[in-house]
């Protein structure tokens, strides 16, 4: 198979990048999708206020147990 030439090389890439170009939107002034699009959109929902309720009841109850455990041994050098 003969190698391609320089010419043919960059008009291959040139193809493959309009290709590329052509598949994203390229709306002015459009909003790019980011996860900062999902900030505040659960605010004052019920669902998720019980679920974080859930949730800090359950890392208080971590935090309890982890507190119990403390100081009960004493640390000694090996």
Not at 43 to 50: A, F, I, S, V, Y
Not at 52 to 66: L, N, S
């Amino acid at each position: 198979m003969k190698p391609l030439s320089l010419e043919q090389r960059i008009a291959a890439l040139e193809k493959d990048v309009a290709d590329l170009k052509a598949l994203q939107p390229n709306k002015a002034g459009a909003r790019q999708k980011d996860w900062r699009r999902t900030i505040g959109m659960f605010t004052d929902n019920p669902g998720m206020l019980e679920i974080f309720e859930e949730a800090m009841k359950i890392r208080e109850a971590d935090r309890r147990e982890a507190r119990r455990g403390y100081g009960k041994r004493p640390r000694t050098k090996s």
